[in-house]
């Protein structure tokens, strides 16, 4: 599809998948894949995430000075732990691109797939700064949206950066969206 590679928080290289703790969607169209995103589970209990954060981002991106990730914002709703669902890798061919209501369509599959294979307490995503003001965490259906939530150490990971927002999706959310548009398909 043309993508380059992958974070460290999706990669085989760096987790041990298996079918019950993440999983890939693709979309094809005229028989070529157009589109993909990856999820992964993690029950991280009443751990904290910004502990969990800086903890497993030191693993994915190890850094010269020991401290990958200097800070996470603890400026999060309670109860910001529990059975967490992520997503990432999200990429459109680029001859495919420029369909929001598509891409809108595919997120919302993804939300369905998550909520129906693994209950949840929080789906969460690391956004870049650009596509939250061009409204892309909207359409992807994420109620909460919190921008400069990491400080990196310097040199940064490829990819990542201190303008980054976490998108996120409540349980509660979760489920009101999709009863709501499962009666109502014709509002997506």
């Not at 998550?114 to 892309?136: E, L, N, P, T």
């Not at 990542?160 to 398909?185: F, I, K, P």
Request: glycine residues 10%; charged residues 20%; contains cysteine.
């Amino acid at each position: 599809m043309g993508k380059g590679g992958l974070t460290a928080k999706l990669s085989g290289h760096f987790n041990d998948f298996t079918e019950e703790s993440g999983f890939w969607l693709f979309m094809k169209e005229d028989g070529n894949y157009v589109a993909a995103v990856a999820t992964r589970f993690d029950t991280i209990g009443r751990d904290s995430m910004p502990d969990y954060m800086i903890r497993t981002m030191r693993r994915h991106y190890p850094h010269g000075s020991g401290e990958t990730l200097l800070e996470f914002t603890r400026a999060l709703p309670p109860g910001f732990h529990g059975r967490m669902a992520y997503i990432g890798e999200l990429f459109v061919h680029p001859g495919r691109r420029g369909s929001l209501q598509k891409l809108r369509y595919f997120m919302m599959l993804l939300h369905s797939c998550i909520a129906s294979k693994w209950q949840v307490d929080w789906v969460y995503a690391m956004m870049r700064d650009r596509d939250v003001k061009r409204g892309f965490a909207t359409n992807y259906g994420f109620s909460m949206q919190l921008p400069g939530v990491a400080k990196w150490a310097k040199p940064m990971p490829a990819g990542r950066g201190d303008s980054e927002w976490l998108v996120a999706l409540s349980s509660q959310h979760l489920e009101h969206m999709m009863h709501y548009y499962a009666g109502s398909l014709e509002s997506l």
